[in-house]
């Protein structure tokens, strides 16, 4: 019994290293190279229950990269970056997320489906906007938005020949 445990040990120690695995389970092998690069993305509101909060429409700049076993997302215009939680990869149907706190006492989750076609995307943004009390922490009020989004690849792997993910 001890020797099988042991090599049960060594098995699954041989797979961890061999496909690390984003937090959600997927492993960085399987996000395609065609997401990594940098893209124009248009978006337009398509529904919202806050209008004041949301934008009608945007441009924005998208940069994706793989940081060792970590996606990353960058925007140089507006300065933010997040490393990002991959969900779903079913070949070239991506699903991304990623959370971070706002203003003090806000969360935004801004999940991400799209689908990769050559060097451009299409699908939806879906930004929930959550307000918890100051006081007490709970949850007073969820303003949501889905955005119809549009990207261009403007630079990256699947526009410039032979080039390599740095591990």
Known sequence: MKYFLIILYLFFSQITANATVIETGIS???VPKALFGSWRVSAVLEKTN??????P????FWNLSRVNDRVKLDNPFSGANAEISVQTVENNLIVFSKQ???????VLTDTVTIRINENKFEGLNHLRLETFSRIDNHLLKTQTATYR?????IAGDSI???????E
């Not at 806050?50 to 934008?55: M, N």
């Not at 429409?57 to 924005?60: E, L, N, P, T, V």
């Open 100 to 106: 971070l706190p706002y203003d003090g006492n806000k």
């Open 28 to 30: 960085i092998e399987e």
């Open 160 to 166: 410039m020949e032979n080039q390599e993910i740095p």
């Open 149 to 153: 989004i549009n990207g261009e690849k």
């Open 57 to 60: 429409q945007s441009i924005d």
């Open 50 to 55: 806050a209008r004041t909060v949301f934008k």
